[in-house]
């Protein structure tokens, strides 16, 4: 029923690192709730549920405590309704949540023959006399992805985290996201023994397009929570990078590299959790004292928020993946593991992983962009409203569970060596081989195990840089230089907030080169100064992104779902033979369905049965249509 292996412990861990920091600022957010025991009640049941997803022991344990943590999940995003937006986000994740247990529940019951209380090693044996594993794959992939937040199945992370409390965006992102992943991890280690080939690709070409797609969009962003969220797309779609690899190399039985690709995700797994966790803390932090979500109502918030300020900083330097962060050590990884794949000859693999090697490195120099936009905007320059002009410092509890947070980000890095022996034990435990002593030959030192790898101390890079800080700030006090205050300078003319960088001013080079996947929908408007046709005294200017698959895959499902529901309303109200007939035609392609993927496959029956098909919807449903 359960089970406590060395995954499950590691997941548990990482969910406990995530909750402790939070039940400090949940309990500093929770004045700002207004149904708190509502609140409380789901919150608590949203941590119990994501702990026993990760030690459920079958297929009925697991899916209880899935669809646990959607529904409380689910609850948590509506504790705060301000508007039709949280209702719509609310629907929004209610509709995708449950679109990817649908297909968890199908690839239950083909795995275990309909008795959902075996054991994961039960499963395995009769997955692996199923004749189509292909399809098991695209059902786990549907189901957990869907809840992972990866592209295409992603619109939904930009609605449900702007409109759930802080603390739950939180845990959300920082973990929720991840039990998709733990869930990735036990499907293909412990139930479809053997991957094929084109597992991975897919698997490494997902996590290319999400990275690329999350930065790109979070970019365009002005909603704080928004930005972070898209963001949560980006790092999933990083750790997805790596998985891949490690598919793709362990099926060409290239085992070293495979594990050191598997190893690369998880550590960046727990990387995302502190950081994101982390940004999304200071995130509600400037949210509680200001308002709002609209981040160019921010503005000089460094001086009156510091403690909030310097953590934000901490996360967006790791999430930027500059050295020595730990942020950078699990891309560099991810980097070494791709560029380990130079001596593969397959063709697919040939264009795939070139163009994923692109994408992170795009990724990473748009990441960097986008939290140089964040934080300048957000905590430096002027006040852009009163609100920011008269926040504060948030409570001790909240300002406590940031500092514990970066205490956790910093320990990722310094104690990596730590973390990585206990990444190593997983794989060991599932793959049945152990690389940590390649990574680490001394403590000092991370090894990339590819050929003409290269080679990173976390514990060197971070010396030399509090070295060299330190030698700068004595040089400057040795020196004795004197400096004078003066008002910003801007050659003559009156300096204010509206004179300042914007959000969307920042953005604007990136918008407009990536102009076919924003969309966007510019407005200007200035009010004209009487008489004067050239001068305005007042002018506003801001964009409108419409995610681009939302428009064309989403909406237009809807669209065609309206029209296929009212087609048969009509033939269920107005043509009742042909309503019958309908039913009778998909009975029959039901029962076609069932014996071509239970039964031996057969061409020749394959065939008749398409004829036999094709022949009833044309007699009974289609008819003479003279």
């Known amino acids: 029923m359960f089970i406590f292996d060395k995954l499950s412990i590691l997941f548990i861990f990482l969910i406990m690192l995530a909750v402790v920091p939070n039940l400090f600022y949940s309990f500093g957010y929770l004045s700002h709730i207004k149904r708190k025991t509502?609140?409380?009640?789901?919150?608590?049941?949203?941590?119990?549920?994501?702990?026993?997803v990760v030690v459920a022991g079958n297929g009925l344990v697991f899916l209880f405590f899935w669809e646990l943590m959607s529904l409380t999940s689910w609850q948590l995003i509506l504790s705060e309704i301000?508007?039709?937006?949280?209702?719509?986000?609310?629907?929004?994740?209610?509709?995708?949540?449950?679109?990817?247990?649908?297909?968890?529940?199908?690839?239950?019951?083909?795995?275990?023959?309909?008795?959902?209380?075996?054991?994961?090693?039960?499963?395995?044996?009769?997955?692996?006399?199923?004749?189509?594993?292909?399809?098991?794959?695209?059902?786990?992939?549907?189901?957990?992805?869907?809840?992972a937040g990866a592209v295409p199945m992603h619109v939904w992370l930009p609605y449900a985290h702007p409109s759930a409390p802080s603390p739950v965006s939180a845990l959300m992102s920082g973990v929720m996201l991840k039990i998709a992943i733990y869930g990735?991890?036990?499907?293909?280690?412990?139930?479809?023994?053997?991957?094929?080939?084109?597992?991975?690709?897919?698997?490494?070409?997902?996590?290319?397009?999400s990275s690329l797609v999350g930065v790109l969009y979070a970019l365009s962003e002005h909603d704080i929570k928004a930005l972070l969220a898209n963001h949560s797309i980006e790092n999933i779609g990083i750790i997805l990078i790596g998985f891949g690899m490690g598919m793709i190399f362990w099926t060409l039985h290239l085992y070293r590299l495979g594990a050191f690709s598997f190893i690369a995700a998880i550590f960046h797994t727990f990387n995302h959790m502190s950081f994101k966790s982390l940004l999304f803390m200071g995130a509600g932090a400037v949210l509680h004292q200001t308002s709002t979500k609209n981040m160019e109502r921010y503005g000089g918030l460094i001086k009156s928020m510091p403690v909030t300020a310097f953590t934000f900083l901490l996360a967006s330097i790791s999430i930027s993946a500059l050295?020595?962060?730990?942020?950078?050590?699990?891309?560099?990884?991810?980097?070494?593991?791709?560029?380990?794949?130079?001596?593969?000859?397959?063709?697919?693999?040939?264009?795939?992983?070139?163009?994923?090697?692109f994408a992170l490195a795009l990724t990473g120099g748009l990441a960097i962009a986008c939290f140089v936009k964040v934080f300048g905007i957000t905590f430096l320059g002027l006040h852009r409203s009163a609100n920011a002009k008269h926040a504060r410092e948030v409570n001790g509890m909240m300002k406590s569970a940031m500092l514990l947070m970066g205490f956790i980000v910093i320990s990722l890095m310094l104690f990596t060596p730590f973390y990585i022996y206990m990444f190593d034990g997983v794989i060991e435990q599932s793959l049945h081989i152990?690389?940590?002593?390649?990574?680490?030959?001394?403590?000092?030192?991370?090894?990339?195990?590819?050929?003409?790898?290269?080679?990173?101390?976390?514990?060197?890079?971070?010396v030399a840089l509090l070295t060299i800080t330190a030698l700068l700030y004595f040089v400057f006090r040795l020196l004795k230089i004197k400096h004078r205050v003066y008002h910003?300078?801007?050659?003559?003319?009156?300096?204010?907030?509206?004179?300042?960088?914007?959000?969307?001013?920042?953005?604007?080079?990136?918008?407009?080169?990536?102009?076919?996947?924003?969309?966007?929908?510019?407005?200007?408007?200035?009010?004209?100064?009487?008489?004067?046709?050239?001068?305005?005294?007042?002018?506003?200017?801001?964009?409108?992104?419409?995610?681009?698959?939302?428009?064309?895959?989403?909406?237009?499902?809807?669209?065609?779902?309206?029209?296929?529901?009212?087609?048969?309303?009509?033939?269920?109200?107005?043509?009742q033979s042909r309503y019958a007939a309908m039913i009778f035609n998909m009975l029959l392609s039901v029962l076609f369905s069932y014996r071509i993927f239970v039964h031996e496959f057969s061409w020749a029956t394959l065939v008749l049965e398409s004829v036999v098909m094709i022949i009833s919807v044309k007699v009974l449903l289609i008819g003479d249509k003279r």
């Open 38 to 52: 509502y609140y409380l009640i789901h919150y608590f049941a949203f941590i119990i549920s994501m702990i026993g």
């Open 82 to 147: 301000e508007g039709k937006s949280t209702i719509k986000a609310g629907r929004f994740y209610f509709f995708m949540t449950h679109f990817g247990f649908v297909f968890l529940l199908l690839f239950f019951l083909i795995v275990s023959d309909g008795d959902l209380e075996l054991g994961f090693g039960q499963m395995k044996i009769i997955a692996s006399n199923f004749a189509y594993p292909t399809l098991l794959f695209f059902f786990a992939i549907l189901g957990l992805l869907s809840k």
């Open 184 to 209: 990735l991890f036990r499907f293909l280690f412990d139930i479809l023994a053997v991957w094929q080939l084109e597992w991975g690709v897919l698997v490494l070409i997902i996590g290319a397009i």
């Open 323 to 357: 050295p020595p962060t730990n942020g950078f050590l699990s891309e560099w990884m991810i980097f070494q593991s791709l560029l380990g794949s130079s001596a593969i000859e397959n063709i697919s693999l040939k264009l795939a992983i070139p163009f994923s090697v």
């Open 434 to 462: 152990s690389i940590y002593k390649e990574i680490f030959p001394t403590v000092w030192n991370l090894h990339s195990i590819s050929h003409n790898g290269g080679v990173v101390s976390p514990l060197i890079l971070s």
């Open 488 to 575: 910003t300078w801007a050659c003559g003319y009156n300096t204010s907030s509206k004179t300042q960088y914007s959000a969307t001013g920042f953005a604007g080079p990136i918008r407009r080169f990536f102009t076919w996947l924003y969309d966007s929908q510019e407005h200007f408007e200035k009010d004209i100064v009487p008489n004067h046709k050239a001068k305005f005294s007042d002018a506003s200017f801001s964009v409108h992104v419409e995610p681009l698959f939302e428009k064309s895959l989403y909406k237009s499902a809807v669209k065609l779902t309206n029209k296929i529901s009212y087609y048969v309303y009509r033939l269920a109200h107005f043509e």
